[in-house]
Nanobody, 121 residues
Framework: QVQLVESGGGLVQAGGSLRLSCAAS????????MGWYRQAPGKQRELVAM???????NYADSVKGRFTISRDNANNTVYLQMNSLKFEDTAVYYC???????????????WGQGTQVTVSS
């Protein structure tokens, strides 16, 4: 029983900023990698950014230099700071986490419900 709850999406003008948050809760033993994906209308879901438990990060080329991913391990939370937003960033953003639960020893992928980010031109 693990849930990922996202917040922070909304409507913003081009050039503005938003900060997304994703908090994991439930029967968690440990969280390995966490990441953010997005899906725009008519497009495939794509990886935006990811961060390991040790703090190593990777970004899509389209957001590198503008977005920053971070995590608060004490609160099982991952953040995505989005600056210099463009119209092309408009999408539903999904939180993803690779988690060991207290129920089974295997790693499991969990997904948030998604939060809408809309950037006006």
């Amino acid at each position: 029983q693990v849930q990922l709850v996202e917040s922070g999406g909304g409507l913003v003008q081009a050039g503005g900023s938003l900060r997304l948050s994703c908090a994991a809760s439930g029967s968690i033993f440990s969280i390995n990698a966490m990441g953010w994906y997005r899906q725009a209308p008519g497009k495939q879901r794509e990886l935006v950014a990811m961060i390991t438990s040790g703090g190593s990060t990777n970004y899509a080329d389209s957001v590198k230099g503008r977005f920053t991913i971070s995590r608060d391990n004490a609160n099982n939370t991952v953040y995505l700071q989005m600056n210099s937003l463009k119209f092309e960033d408009t999408a539903v953003y999904y939180c993803n986490a690779d988690i060991h639960t207290t129920r089974v020893p295997e790693n499991e992928d969990f997904w948030g419900q998604g939060t809408q980010v809309t950037v006006s031109s």
